[in-house]
Antibody, heavy 119, light 113 residues
Framework: QVQLVQSGAEVKKPGASVQVSCKTS????????IHWVRQAPGQGLEWMGW????????DYAQKFQGRVTMTRDTSITTAYMDLSRLRSDDTAVYYC????????????WGQGTKVTVSS | DIVMTQSPDSLAVSLGERATINCKSS????????????LAWYQQKPGQPPKLLIY???TRESGVPDRFSGSGSGTDFTLTISSLQAEDVAVYYC?????????FGQGTRLEIK
């Protein structure tokens, strides 16, 4: 079945960078946007941006502009999210999610990657 | 940015009873060219990623039980669970995908009374 499998938990120091990967399977990677959403502990959902795996176009939330980079490797059907200059308030679970083909809502989600930023 | 506001923040309903969650957008998420409301509902259980329940405000995702229904248009939307089951305990989020940044409501925690 369609799956998005994310990389494992990370612990980083303030100022460092983190990369989270999202390995997709059982669908045509190029046909569906990949979105990144994060959730701070006990908090709600925050959209970070999307990447079009077909041509690599991206759209980032203004809040993350200059710190986030979304890329993909079509040969291994994997999307990546890099976040730099980490702060303690970047501590969160980071999700990748597939854009629903019919509507644009997010129909398939990865299991989440916990990123902890602590000195 | 489009602001999504849910009410109530938490809700306790007896098993078998109806649960209703509201979501208001500001401004509207109705795209008049195709008459679609760019509004989705998600369910999130502890330790799990969100699960898509409803898109286009009222279209149930494949595999979602028919006790879940969505309604509304423009700026006011409702998620209804017609007969609450124990497995429906979760946090529910509305989301607009009309324009970026895509935004979510703050969530509504649904519990059993």
């Amino acid at each position: 079945q369609v799956q998005l499998v994310q990389s494992g938990a990370e612990v980083k120091k303030p100022g460092a960078s983190v990369q989270v990967s999202c390995k997709t399977s059982e669908y045509t990677f190029a046909d569906y946007y990949i979105h990144w959403v994060r959730q701070a502990p006990g908090q709600g959902l925050e959209w970070m941006g999307w990447i079009d795996p077909n041509i690599g176009d991206t759209d980032y939330a203004q809040k993350f502009q200059g710190r986030v980079t979304m890329t993909r490797d079509t040969s291994i059907t994997t999307a990546y999210m890099d976040l730099s200059r980490l702060r303690s308030d970047d501590t969160a679970v980071y999700y990748c999610a597939r854009g629903h083909g019919e509507s644009g809502a997010f129909d398939i989600w990865g299991q989440g990657t916990k990123v902890t930023v602590s000195s | 940015d489009i602001v999504m506001t849910q009410s109530p923040d938490s809700l306790a309903v007896s098993l078998g009873e109806r649960a209703t969650i509201n979501c208001k957008s500001s401004p509207s998420v109705l795209y008049r060219t195709n008459n679609n409301n760019y509004l989705a509902w998600y369910q999130q259980k502890p330790g799990q990623p969100p699960k898509l329940l409803i898109y286009w405000a009222s279209t149930r995702e494949s595999g979602v039980p028919d006790r879940f229904s969505g309604s509304g248009s423009g700026t006011d939307f409702t998620l209804t669970i017609s007969s609450l089951q124990a497995e429906d305990v979760a946090v529910y989020y509305c989301q607009q995908y009309y324009s970026t940044p895509y935004t979510f409501g703050q969530g509504t925690r649904l519990e059993i009374k």
